[in-house]
T-cell receptor, first 116, second 116 residues
Framework: DGGITQSPKYLFRKEGQNVTLSCEQN?????MYWYRQDPGQGLRLIYY???????QKGDIAEGYSVSREKKESFPLTVTSAQKNPTAFYLC???????????????FGSGTRLTVV | AQTVTQSQPEMSVQEAETVTLSCTYD???????LFWYKQPPSRQMILVIR??????QNATENRFSVNFQKAAKSFSLKISDSQLGDTAMYFC?????????????FGQGTRLTINP
């Protein structure tokens, strides 16, 4: 079955460490996204990528980095510069709007990151 | 900037009742897409319903329907014959186009509880 796989489900980070969250999709979607979810708040966009080897900052990109070397993969690195990284992170993908699709996103099941 | 507002942080109804969740948005675009997503305790984001702004007819998916009022920039979700499995966070989202990309902007969510 096609879908998006995020791993790990739970991740613990020590102060000063960088950690990388994995996101893989087999839907042949062109665009991929990373969102952060905090209690009492909606989802906020961190980074997005429309095509391979290209990505743009979202609304809260500071302290995060991404890469898009393959169409299927869009890993997110939470760097030590992110002062409050404890949150739930969701990866999503969508059809490129140029192909006529505006059907929203397909989401992964998320990664819960906790600073210890 | 586009914003999405959900004015009801929490709602609670009895099983089999009908419930309406409110959503308003702000945009200067004339053509856009609106979505309702459901996030159950598993935290998986699930698309509930989608509305294209240029269509006058309100979207319907089984027990879920919307009341789309374009002039008022209102997009409410009605759940009929509510079931225990409808218990979840519900997010309203607006799709905006920026630089050729399509990005979803989310409201803060409404926590809906269906009581037996």
């Amino acid at each position: 079955d096609g879908g998006i796989t995020q791993s790990p489900k739970y991740l613990f980070r020590k102060e000063g460490q960088n950690v990388t969250l994995s996101c893989e999709q087999n839907l042949n979607h062109d665009a991929m996204y990373w969102y952060r979810q905090d209690p009492g708040q909606g989802l906020r966009l961190i980074y997005y990528s429309q095509i391979v080897n290209d990505f743009q900052k979202g609304d809260i990109a500071e302290g995060y980095s991404v890469s898009r070397e393959k169409k299927e993969s869009f890993p997110l690195t939470v760097t030590s510069a992110q002062k409050n990284p404890t949150a739930f992170y969701l990866c999503a993908s969508s059809i490129n709007p140029g192909t006529g699709g505006h059907y929203g996103y397909t989401f992964g099941s998320g990664t819960r990151l906790t600073v210890v | 900037a586009q914003t999405v507002t959900q004015s009801q942080p929490e709602m609670s109804v009895q099983e089999a009742e009908t419930v309406t969740l409110s959503c308003t948005y702000d945009t200067s675009e004339s053509n856009y897409y609106l979505f309702w997503y459901k996030q159950p305790p598993s935290r998986q984001m699930i698309l509930v319903i989608r509305q294209e702004a240029y269509k006058q007819q309100n979207a319907t998916e089984n027990r879920f329907s919307v009341n789309f009022q374009k002039a008022a920039k209102s997009f409410s979700l009605k759940i009929s014959d509510s079931q225990l499995g409808d218990t979840a966070m519900y997010f309203c989202a607006f799709m905006k186009h920026q630089g050729g990309a399509q990005k979803l902007v989310f409201g803060q969510g409404t926590r809906l509880t269906i009581n037996p």
